[in-house]
């Protein structure tokens, strides 16, 4: 459904630049986290997220609980970094411990 | 590479048949979880367990599918009857804990014919 959603779907950058991706939430996320998925479909981990912001290289993330967003900066693109990206909402009052996916933003760096 | 070792990578069958697949999860994880993701990219929890035990399950789960995670043995989800809507990608990912973040499997990659 609805209750995670993620923009943009699709989005195609040059190498070099930077954009962000977002995630709103309709339900009381607790936690949050980002993943990568390759073209074999394997699901690699880039952030776990309590309310706050965390780095890592040209990646940043931010996860605001009380306005129900996450952001998902991305700085210098590189061709490595296509990939479809999925946040998720972990919502342990609601839904217990499962997470709650959008339905992801594919990324497209050209050179 | 993913510490979390799914197998098979891909998996065909026709309708009825059985449909197998195993996870052995990251080292020191107690707490596994399944998630079927279709070709929209749409994501849906399967069945967790901490340990042995189921934490929780949907009702699709529950009456098609059987799943453990044996002590000293690679989890399993198993479709009893496969159908054409089962066709998709098998997540499994493991957890320290309840309420940390997942390692994911690189995924079954199921087809029913």
């Known amino acids: 459904g609805d209750k995670v959603k993620q923009s943009p779907s699709a989005l195609s950058l040059q190498e070099g630049t930077n954009s962000a991706l977002r995630c709103n939430f309709s339900?009381?996320?607790?936690?949050v986290q980002w993943f990568l998925q390759n073209p074999r479909g394997s699901l690699i981990n880039l952030f776990y997220?309590?309310?706050g912001t965390k780095e890592n290289g040209r990646l940043k993330s931010t996860f605001n609980s009380k306005e129900s967003y996450s952001t998902l900066h991305i700085r210098d693109a590189q061709l490595e970094d296509s990939g479809t990206y999925f946040c998720a909402a972990g919502d342990y009052g609601g839904s217990g411990n499962k997470l709650i996916f959008g339905t992801g933003t594919l990324l497209s760096v050209k050179p | 590479n993913s510490k979390v070792i799914q197998t098979p990578r891909y998996l065909v069958k026709g309708q009825g048949q059985k449909a197998k697949m195993r996870c052995i999860p990251e080292k020191g994880h107690p707490v596994v979880f399944w998630y079927q993701q279709n070709k929209n990219n749409e994501f849906k929890f399967l069945i967790n367990f901490q340990n042995q035990e189921v934490l929780q399950q949907i009702d699709m789960t529950e009456k098609r599918f059987s799943a453990e995670c044996p002590s000293n043995s690679p989890c399993s989800l198993e479709i009893q009857s496969s159908e054409a809507g089962d066709s998709a990608l098998y997540l499994c990912a493991s957890s320290r804990q309840i309420n940390s973040d997942y390692t994911f499997g690189s995924g079954t990659r199921l087809l029913v014919i």
């Open positions: 339900i009381a996320a607790t936690t």
């Open positions: 997220l309590v309310p």
